[in-house]
């Protein structure tokens, strides 16, 4: 994920940046509790596509 890009991107939601998670390919956010996917290097930023973060994830530091 470009670094330039992930500083300017924030979670659609709760307007927060937003994290990448190298092993699951997602930009996600804790303060929406959702995980974008990232489809062919492009951030998919749609709450209809996202999933829910785990409690796990959630408690994740």
């Not at 997602?26 to 930023?45: H, M, N, Q, T, W």
Request: with cysteine; glycine share 2%.
């Amino acid at each position: 994920m470009d670094k330039k890009l992930l500083d300017i991107l924030v979670c659609p939601v709760a307007k927060t940046p937003l994290e990448y998670n190298e092993s699951t390919n997602e930009l996600f956010s804790k303060a929406s509790g959702l995980a974008y996917p990232i489809r062919d290097d492009i951030p998919v930023l749609l709450e209809t596509e996202a999933r829910e973060l785990t409690l796990e994830e959630r408690e994740q530091d």
